[in-house]
């Protein structure tokens, strides 16, 4: 969902950019290592600890790797001021690509896992890390608060009212929990419509703005 942070998950832990990558919105798993040690990173703004074999807890901090042992945890509690977080390991999860892609769509059943979430005590295989050449990286990301989102209009933009149409470039709105893969639902000022919006389906491009009639 954030391809930045995704890819720059990866580059700390020397993979392909686009090794897959365990995503977690708002609220993330507790994972305990078993059998040898890994290097991984997380990026988003994330609150998360590590929980050392010797009962020591480290707090976690985003965009730098660190070295996770045997029987030490992972504990990632929650994003904050975001939605989304990526987890990254060197070398990769070892999960198979459905068509080309490690990403699960739990609501159609489709890609790995059977199209399922990882669930509670269920095991995640890790390719082999190279742990003995471990060096430690950081990078200094600061994600701004404030964006701007440029807007083109589409084909059915004149089948909005004027006022509409201010509304939708001068009022705010905001992301809701209903927000999933396939989009985020937004929640604000209602866009009236002048013409029949009973309009053939047809297909959409990333980062399309839908209007529910």
Not at 135 to 154: A, N, Q
Not at 171 to 182: F, H
């Amino acid at each position: 969902m954030d391809q930045r942070i995704f890819i720059l998950s990866n580059a700390l832990v020397n993979n392909d950019l686009n090794e897959g990558t365990l995503e977690f919105a708002y609220q993330g798993p507790l994972l305990k290592l078993k059998n040898g040690s890994v290097n991984f990173a997380i990026t988003g703004n994330v609150n998360f600890n590590i929980l050392r074999e010797n009962s020591t807890i480290e707090e976690g901090k985003c965009y730098q790797n660190y070295l996770l042992k045997n029987e030490d945890q992972i504990d990632i509690i929650s994003t904050k001021n975001s939605v989304f977080g990526y987890l990254a390991i060197e070398g990769g999860f070892e999960i198979e690509k459905v068509w080309d892609s490690y990403s699960i769509n739990n609501k159609a059943k489709i890609g790995p896992n059977d199209g399922e979430k990882f669930s509670v005590g269920e095991k995640i295989y890790i390719k082999k890390s190279k742990v003995e050449n471990f060096m430690e990286k950081k990078i200094d990301y600061k994600d701004s608060l404030e964006k701007s989102i440029r807007v083109i209009k589409g084909t059915n933009f004149n089948y909005f009212s004027e006022e509409a149409k201010n509304k939708f470039f001068k009022d705010e709105y905001l992301v809701t929990n209903l927000s999933d893969r396939m989009g985020m639902r937004l929640e604000g000022s209602k866009l009236e419509n002048i013409v029949n919006t009973n309009i053939k389906s047809e297909g959409l491009v990333k980062g399309v703005v839908q209007v529910p009639a």
